[in-house]
C-alpha cells in the first residue's frame, strides 16, 4: 500500500487525500477477496476450488511488475477518487485480492483437514506480517531502494507467493478430509459449535468492525489536515489499527472485557477533549492522545469480535462481515464525507458512532457504574462534538470542502482598519489580505517585500516579468505586478481558483495580466511550450507539506527549462516539520546551480510571518537586502539526490 501510494502521490498533487482513497481502495479489495473465498469454500468442492485458486493465480502474474500506467496521468477536471480507484484496480487489483484470499482460505482448509481452532492464530500472523511491512516500507525500504527497484523487489516475492499458493492448494487437495461438522444434518442442527451465527450476531460483526474502521480513518484525516500533514501519520493509526487484531486474535486473554471498557470510556472522552482543544494542542500531545485513543477503541471493538467468533466451519463469513464492516467505514469517510460535510468533521461524529455502540454492547452485561459512566462519557462527546463544530466556524465567512481537503475563509478584527480575510487549508494559512481599500495591496504573511520572494522580484526590476506560480493561494503574488508583468498561476484545486476570485481582490486587481491554469503545476510545465519566466516560484502546499515530486532532480531541471538563463527558482521551503534546505542544497549542487536562503523576520501589526524561501539562479546573483537575511542550511552527509524515482522524508524530519 505505501509503495504503490508513493508511487501515484505525484499525479494527484500530493495530497494526502490520495492516501485515505488508498485505504478506501484496499478495503474494498479486501472485501472481494472475503467474498470470494467465501463463495468458493461454500460452493465448490475441494478440487475445483484449487483448479480455480490455481488459475487465477497464473492469471496475476500477466500483471507483473507492478508499475502504474503513465495512461493513467489525469489531464485535468477528472474525479480524482474515480481515478485512483479505477488505476488501482488495474494495476494492482487481481494480485492484491488474490493476497487477501490467502488467511481466510488457508485458515478454511486448515480446519477442513484438522477440524480445530488453531487456525484463528492465521489471522494474528497474517496481521503481524502486514504490521511489520508497513514499518519496514518509511525505515528500511523506501530509504534504500528507488520506486523501480521496489516494484520488481515485490514482483519478484509476489511470484514466490504464487508458488507457495500453488503447492498448497494442491496439497491440501489430495490430504482434505471432511470437515468436523460435516454428515449427520439433525446433529448439525442441534449443535451450538456448529449452527450457524444468527443474523443478530453477523450485524453486530458488522457494526464492530465498521465503527474501528471509521475511526481508523477519521483519526489519520484529522491528523493529516487538522493537526500536521506529515506522511508518517498516515502509516502510525494503520499500525496500531493491525496491532490490535494481532494482539485480540492470538493472544484472546489479554482483551479483558470490563478493563476495556473502563478505557475505552476513558479514550473516547480523552478524544472528545481533544476536539475541545481542538488546535491549541501541541503536535506532540494530538499525536499521542489520538494514537492512544485509537489504539484502546480498536482493542475494544477487536476484541469483542474475537469474543463473538464462530466455529471454524463459519470463519469465512466472520471473515466476509468483518471486511465488509471495514469497508463500509472507508467507504464513509473516504466517499461519503467529503461529499456532504463541508469540514473535517468524521472524528466528532465517528466518537457518537462508536460510543452509542459500545453502550449497544455493554448494556445488557454492565455493572450499574459502567452504565453510569458510559452515558456520561455519550453526553460529554456531544458536548464537544457541538463546541468542535461551533469552534470550526469561528469566525468563518466560507468553510467548503473536496478531495483536496477543507477549505475555511475566516475574518479577524472585523470593521477596523486592521480587518483581515484569510484562506485555511487545515490549519495552514495560505494567504491573507487587509480588506481595506487602501490596503488590499500590502505584502503579508510568506510574501511580504523583505522575505526573499519580495527581494527577488526588486531584483529583477525595472523592467517588466514574467512570472509562474505553482501554487494560487489567495493569490498573493498578484499584488506584486505591475502594468506589461503577466502572471500564471498552476493550481491543482478547482476550489482554490474560486475562493481565491470570490473572497480576495489580489486576481481582480491584478495591474498586469493574470491567468490561472488548473491541474499539478509540474505535470501542466511538462505540457507547454518553454514560457520564459524570469521567475518561477513553487509555493504548493498540502497542509504543511510540500508534495515531494516538485522537489525532484527532474522536476528542479523542468523549472529551469521554463526560465531565461538569468531567471530565478523560487522555493518556498517554510516548513514546520520538515527540513527542506538540504534536499534543495543536494539538487543545487547536482545540478550547478547557485542557490540562496533566506529568512524574515515576522511582523504581527502588517500581517507578516516568517518565511524560508531558496533562491536558485543559473547565475551567481545576490543584492545588500538578500545577503542580510540569508542563511546556510545545515549539511546532511550522505543525503541522496531526491529523483522521481526515490525520496527519503526520514533523513530530513526535524
Known amino acids: 500500500q505505501p509503495m504503490i501510494a508513493k508511487m501515484i502521490l505525484p499525479w494527484f498533487g500530493g495530497s494526502a487525500a490520495v492516501w485515505i482513497t488508498a485505504m478506501l481502495f484496499f478495503q474494498m479489495a479486501l472485501l472481494g477477496g472475503y467474498l470470494y473465498a467465501h463463495w468458493s469454500v461454500r460452493m465448490l468442492r475441494p478440487k475445483m476450488q484449487a483448479a480455480v485458486h490455481v488459475t487465477l493465480l497464473a492469471a496475476s502474474l500477466a500483471l507483473l511488475p507492478v508499475v502504474p500506467s503513465l495512461s493513467w496521468k489525469p489531464e485535468g477536471g477528472e474525479d480524482p477518487i474515480l481515478r485512483i480507484l479505477g488505476l488501482l484496480t488495474v494495476s494492482i487489483g487481481l494480485p492484491y485480492i488474490l493476497l487477501s484470499t490467502t488467511s481466510p482460505l488457508l485458515q478454511a482448509w486448515y480446519a477442513r483437514k484438522r477440524g480445530t481452532s488453531l487456525p484463528w492464530r492465521f489471522f494474528a500472523l497474517s496481521n503481524f506480517a502486514s504490521l511489520l511491512g508497513l514499518l519496514a516500507y518509511p525505515f528500511l525500504v523506501e530509504p534504500s531502494a528507488t520506486l523501480r527497484e521496489q516494484s520488481f523487489g515485490w514482483s519478484a516475492a509476489y511470484a514466490v507467493f504464487v508458488l507457495l499458493a500453488v503447492i498448497t492448494a494442491v496439497t491440501d487437495v489430495r490430504e482434505a478430509t471432511p470437515p468436523a461438522c460435516e454428515g449427520n444434518e439433525d446433529r448439525l442442527a442441534s449443535s451450538p459449535v456448529c449452527s450457524p451465527p444468527r443474523v443478530r450476531e453477523q450485524l453486530l460483526w458488522?457494526?464492530?468492525?465498521?465503527?474501528?474502521?471509521?475511526?481508523?480513518?477519521?483519526?489519520?484525516?484529522?491528523?493529516?489536515?487538522?493537526?500536521?500533514?506529515?506522511?508518517?501519520?498516515?502509516?502510525?493509526?494503520?499500525?496500531?489499527?493491525?496491532?490490535?487484531?494481532?494482539?485480540?486474535?492470538?493472544f484472546e486473554r489479554f482483551y479483558h472485557r470490563k478493563t476495556f471498557t473502563w478505557l475505552m470510556i476513558f479514550a473516547q472522552a480523552s478524544m472528545a477533549y481533544g476536539l475541545f482543544l481542538n488546535v491549541n494542542m501541541p503536535l506532540e500531545s494530538a499525536v499521542s492522545l489520538f494514537s492512544a485513543g485509537l489504539f484502546i477503541s480498536c482493542m475494544f471493538f477487536h476484541g469483542e469480535l474475537v469474543r463473538r467468533k464462530p466455529a471454524p466451519r463459519h470463519l469465512t463469513s466472520f471473515y466476509l462481515m468483518l471486511s465488509l464492516g471495514g469497508a463500509l467505514g472507508g467507504v464513509l469517510v473516504g466517499l461519503v464525507a467529503p461529499k456532504i460535510l463541508p469540514g473535517?468533521?468524521?472524528?466528532?461524529?465517528?466518537?457518537?458512532?462508536?460510543?452509542?455502540?459500545?453502550?449497544?454492547?455493554?448494556?445488557?452485561?454492565?455493572?450499574?457504574?459502567?452504565?453510569?459512566?458510559?452515558?456520561?462519557a455519550a453526553i460529554g462527546i456531544l458536548a464537544a462534538t457541538g463546541y468542535y463544530l461551533l469552534s470550526y466556524k469561528e469566525s468563518v465567512r466560507v468553510m467548503a470542502r473536496n478531495f483536496y481537503g477543507g477549505l475555511r475563509i475566516q475574518e479577524f478584527d472585523v470593521g477596523t482598519n486592521n480587518e483581515t480575510r484569510a484562506l485555511l487549508h487545515g490549519t495552514i494559512y495560505h494567504g491573507t489580505q487587509f480588506t481595506a481599500p487602501e490596503r488590499r495591496r500590502e505584502h503579508t504573511t510568506y510574501y511580504s517585500a523583505g522575505s526573499g520572494i519580495g527581494l527577488a522580484l526588486k531584483a529583477l526590476r525595472p523592467s517588466s516579468l514574467r512570472v509562474g506560480v505553482i501554487g494560487l493561494g489567495a493569490g498573493s503574488l498578484a499584488a506584486y505586478a505591475e502594468p506589461g508583468d503577466v502572471l500564471w498561476f498552476y493550481e491543482i484545486n478547482p476550489l482554490v481558483e474560486k475562493l481565491a476570485r470570490a473572497e480576495f481582490s489580489y486576481l481582480a486587481e491584478c495591474r498586469g495580466k493574470v491567468e490561472v491554469i488548473l491541474g499539478d503545476g509540474r505535470l501542466s510545465l511538462e505540457k507547454e511550450v518553454d514560457q520564459q519566466y524570469d521567475i518561477l516560484v513553487v509555493d504548493a502546499f498540502s497542509g504543511d507539506a510540500i508534495p515531494l515530486h516538485l522537489l525532484t532532480k527532474q522536476a528542479v531541471e523542468l523549472y529551469f527549462r521554463h526560465l531565461k538563463p538569468?531567471?530565478?527558482?523560487?522555493?518556498?521551503?517554510?516548513n514546520e516539520h520538515l527540513d527542506l534546505a538540504p534536499v534543495v542544497e543536494r539538487l543545487a549542487l547536482e545540478l550547478g546551480k547557485h542557490a540562496l536562503y533566506t529568512e524574515n523576520l515576522p511582523d504581527k501589526e502588517l500581517d507578516i510571518t516568517v518565511a524560508k524561501w531558496a533562491l536558485l539562479s543559473s547565475q551567481f546573483f545576490t543584492t545588500p537586502e538578500l545577503s542580510q537575511i540569508a542563511w546556510k542550511p545545515d549539511s546532511q552527509p550522505g543525503l541522496r539526490v531526491w529523483t522521481d524515482d526515490y525520496s527519503n522524508l526520514s533523513r530530513i524530519l526535524k
Open 344 to 376: 473535517i468533521f468524521e472524528l466528532p461524529l465517528a466518537l457518537l458512532f462508536c460510543v452509542v455502540l459500545m453502550l449497544m454492547v455493554i448494556e445488557h452485561r454492565a455493572r450499574h457504574l459502567i452504565t453510569i459512566a458510559s452515558w456520561a
Open 566 to 574: 538569468s531567471g530565478i527558482l523560487a522555493l518556498h521551503i517554510t
Open 206 to 250: 458488522l457494526a464492530l468492525a465498521a465503527c474501528a474502521s471509521t475511526l481508523l480513518l477519521s483519526v489519520t484525516n484529522h491528523l493529516t489536515q487538522n493537526v500536521a500533514s506529515v506522511p508518517f501519520l498516515w502509516v502510525l493509526p494503520l499500525g496500531l489499527y493491525l496491532l490490535t487484531f494481532i494482539l485480540v486474535f492470538e
